[in-house]
């Protein structure tokens, strides 16, 4: 194994960059107790230092600070390109693993590249503004840059494979593992005082607010569902640029009472949200991975969700599936969680022994194996 590694965490905004900001905390922490693992070196903008500097593995893991602003989209991507080159060679580090689906174009050593996943390539509109013609750019430069390319589930390899040319051979599928602490630390009574959430059922979903999760057919979905007592649909989650979109069309819908946007919250409050949830349902269009179902199974939470991409590799047989374009088909989804009992045991008990295959350790191996490719050429 090589001496040093440096991972580049240089567009982690804690808080605001969703589940890869998850990926990264918890790869860290599992390679860092891996007892094969080389000394890690972490290169994190200003704004992440004092989170990361409060993980549980920081004492294993060297953080350098780069004199970087990470909520400026444009100045993260040229320190990538000029500030963390120099770190870099000052680091003295062997191999360079880049966690943000972007890369150095010239980064002087061998480095490799995890790729989250390229919806944006089947999706345009899922990303807005600079950042979509970034992506464009910015993302098969890193690919072809890197000698290997490190993704999170064969879906999301096989459109690497086919929209970014890169060889199958080169791609390495290293999956997630649950990445939300299970504390179970909030009761629901808790849980719901917090929220301003009254007795009616919970469903709950989690997601970035982006054009592909697909919520505004959640919505329409949800409105449908005949029930005795009429739910709360609850949308957490950090601010984008379409979440005014979706809040209007929540109106537009008639359901201004019923769904509640939340913002982003602490892992504890999510954590009790999951368990207080009487479904979680995730409708997305398309996921590199799709953490958030794995962290309702891990809870036993029912679970209905898109059959597209990625997601059945997750779920397996332990959630309930619809086609993600058929708002009927999801409102049918919904009602089954919510009456039938004899689904919803199977559900709570086949959730968490799903989760159980997949672990951070596991995870961790996967990724030291292909720093060994890397380096091997």
């Not at 990361?52 to 444009?74: F, K, T």
């Not at 630390?185 to 979903?205: M, W």
């Not at 779920?315 to 039938?340: C, Q």
Request: aromatic share 6%.
């Amino acid at each position: 194994m090589t001496p040093a590694v440096g991972l580049s965490a240089l567009h982690l905004v804690p808080g605001e960059t969703g589940g890869s900001e998850l990926y990264a905390r918890r790869l860290l922490g599992a390679l860092a107790a891996d007892v094969d693992a080389p000394r890690l070196v972490l290169f994190a903008p200003h704004e992440a230092v004092d989170s990361l500097g409060a993980e549980p593995w920081a004492d294993r893991v060297e953080i350098v600070r780069l004199p970087v602003h990470a909520r400026s989209r444009v100045r993260r991507v040229l320190a990538e390109q000029t500030i963390l080159r120099r770190a870099v060679a000052r680091a003295r580090v062997s191999l360079l693993h880049n966690l943000f689906t972007t890369a150095p174009v010239l980064p002087g050593i061998p480095q490799i590249t995890t790729i989250l996943d390229v919806i944006y390539k089947r999706f345009p509109q899922a990303h807005g503004g600079l950042l979509a013609h970034g992506m464009r750019l910015l993302v098969p430069l890193a690919a072809r840059r890197s000698r290997r390319v490190v993704t999170l589930s064969q879906a999301a390899k096989d459109d690497i494979v086919r929209f970014l040319g890169v060889p199958a051979e080169r791609v390495d599928v290293t999956y997630l593992a649950p990445a939300l602490p299970a504390s179970g630390a909030l009761s629901e009574k808790e849980v719901r005082r917090r929220l301003g959430l009254g007795s009616e059922p919970i469903i709950l979903t989690v997601s970035a607010k982006r054009p592909h999760k697909n919520l505004e057919r959640l919505f329409e979905a949800f409105l449908g569902v005949a029930a005795d007592s009429r739910p709360t649909l609850v949308v957490p989650g950090y601010p984008t640029f379409h979440e005014p979109a979706l809040q209007a069309r929540a109106e537009a819908l008639g359901g201004g009472a019923s769904i509640r946007f939340t913002g982003w919250l602490e892992d504890d409050l999510l954590d009790g949200l999951y368990r207080a949830a009487s479904c979680f349902v995730f409708p997305s269009l398309a996921e590199g991975f799709g953490l958030p179902v794995l962290d309702a199974l891990v809870r036993g939470t029912p679970t209905a969700c898109s059959n597209a991409s990625s997601l059945p590799e997750v779920g397996g047989d332990a959630v309930l599936y619809f086609d993600p374009l058929d708002v009927g088909a999801m409102t049918r989804a919904i009602e089954r969680l919510l009456v039938d009992e004899v689904l919803r045991e199977r559900l709570g008990r086949a959730g968490p022994e799903r989760a159980r295959t997949f672990t951070w350790e596991r995870t961790a191996r996967s990724t030291l194996t292909s720093y060994e490719r890397a380096l091997r050429g």
